[in-house]
T-cell receptor, first 112, second 113 residues
Framework: QKEVEQDPGPLSVPEGAIVSLNCTYSNSAFQYFMWYRQYSRKGPELLMYTYSSGNKEDGRFTAQVDKSSKYISLFIRDSQPSDSATYLCAMNAGAGSYQLTFGKGTKLSVIP | DTAVSQTPKYLVTQMGNDKSIKCEQNLGHDTMYWYKQDSKKFLKIMFSYNNKELIINETVPNRFSPKSPDKAHLNLHINSLELGDSAVYFC????????????FGSGTRLTVV
């Protein structure tokens, strides 16, 4: 079992839809959970950051972490064509671990 | 601009050559990383330096050698390039521990022909 599993998609939705992106993980030591957005031929940019279980909202984006199920989600409300990108989940065991473990990314297309 | 900057952005070279990629960050971070992204977009860590000290050294061929002259710079030298080295190489930096996320550079697209 890979440490972090993420459905690569591609996922295609109409503009205005609610998008749900998910990752599962196996390492119970992970405490910090992130979502990165990567546009084509660009570097990943940090979108959302969450510590431990719970929800975090930032504008149209909501990140959820359920440590008991080892499952994290990113919801995008009122999706826009500019949201079309690859979304990567990433996680880290916390202080001293340094290494982020990434999912393989989900390619999202929002169709106008 | 505060950022992680890599040079060059594109690198096309022949098999057997030696090449270097440079990275600089002005975010005041102590920790810097090299990641490799393959054709399937999977990001895999190669090396990490914290305050000029090597702290992560994943299983990569010893043809790859990182060097950190100071905590704001991390370079990657690759000897005897092979076709399989073709990929996008990303530099990143973070606060100690990396738990608050990384800031990535825009990548160096290496093509070995």
């Amino acid at each position: 079992q890979k440490e972090v599993e993420q459905d690569p998609g591609p996922l295609s939705v109409p503009e205005g839809a609610i998008v749900s992106l998910n990752c599962t993980y196996s390492n119970s030591a992970f405490q910090y959970f992130m979502w990165y957005r990567q546009y084509s031929r660009k570097g990943p940019e940090l979108l959302m950051y969450t510590y431990s279980s719970g929800n975090k909202e930032d504008g149209r984006f909501t990140a959820q972490v359920d440590k008991s199920s080892k499952y994290i989600s990113l919801f995008i409300r009122d999706s826009q064509p500019s949201d079309s990108a690859t979304y990567l989940c990433a996680m880290n065991a916390g202080a001293g671990s340094y290494q982020l473990t990434f999912g393989k990314g989900t390619k999202l297309s929002v169709i106008p | 601009d505060t950022a992680v900057s890599q040079t060059p952005k594109y690198l096309v070279t022949q098999m057997g050559n030696d090449k270097s990629i440079k990275c600089e960050q002005n975010l005041g971070h102590d920790t810097m990383y090299w990641y490799k992204q393959d054709s399937k977009k999977f990001l895999k860590i190669m090396f990490s330096y914290n305050n000029k000290e090597l702290i992560i050294n994943e299983t990569v061929p010893n043809r790859f050698s990182p060097k950190s002259p100071d905590k704001a710079h991390l370079n990657l030298h690759i000897n005897s390039l092979e076709l399989g080295d073709s990929a996008v190489y990303f530099c990143a930096s973070s606060l100690p521990g990396g738990g608050y996320g990384y800031t990535f550079g825009s990548g160096t697209r290496l093509t070995v022909v």
